[in-house]
């Protein structure tokens, strides 16, 4: 089993920086596919940043410049470093891992984090 917990969540003024946390504990892998993805209501979950087993990295277009993610294997964390925070990056945040990236959609995600809310303010 994985368990996945997110943190640093919070409202923040448009603009502004956060910087989420997922830590990560039972059994891991070094091959794991992590990745953030943020949920609004009545709207699909987005994926929103991607990093593989070499650390190759992805992210959506919309946060493409803006956010980071990034990871310590020492302490089994992942992170989203956010910066230029806009209203529009609003949402329910969650940490996602699998086994490999091969299939990167959603549901093909095996173990998920509860969430941490984001809320930007214009």
């Given amino acids: 089993q994985v368990?996945?917990?997110e943190s640093g969540g919070g409202s923040v003024q448009s603009g502004g920086s956060l910087r989420l946390s997922c830590v990560a504990s039972g059994y891991t892998s070094s091959r794991f596919c992590m990745a953030w993805f943020r949920q609004v209501p009545g709207k699909e979950r987005e994926r929103v940043a991607i990093i593989n087993s070499?650390?190759?990295r992805r992210y959506a277009?919309?946060?493409?410049?803006?956010?980071?993610?990034?990871q310590d294997n020492v302490t089994t964390t992942l992170y989203l470093q956010m910066n230029r925070l806009k209203p529009e990056d609003t949402a329910m945040y969650y940490?996602?891992?699998k086994p490999f990236c091969y299939d990167v959609r959603t549901s093909t995600f095996d173990y998920w984090g509860q969430g941490t809310?984001?809320?930007?303010s214009s």
Avoid: E
């Avoid at 277009?61 to 990034?70: E, L, N």
């Fill in 3 to 5: 368990q996945l917990v």
């Fill in 54 to 56: 070499v650390g190759s």
């Fill in 61 to 70: 277009d919309s946060v493409k410049g803006r956010f980071t993610i990034s």
């Fill in 95 to 97: 940490c996602a891992a």
């Fill in 117 to 120: 809310q984001v809320t930007v």
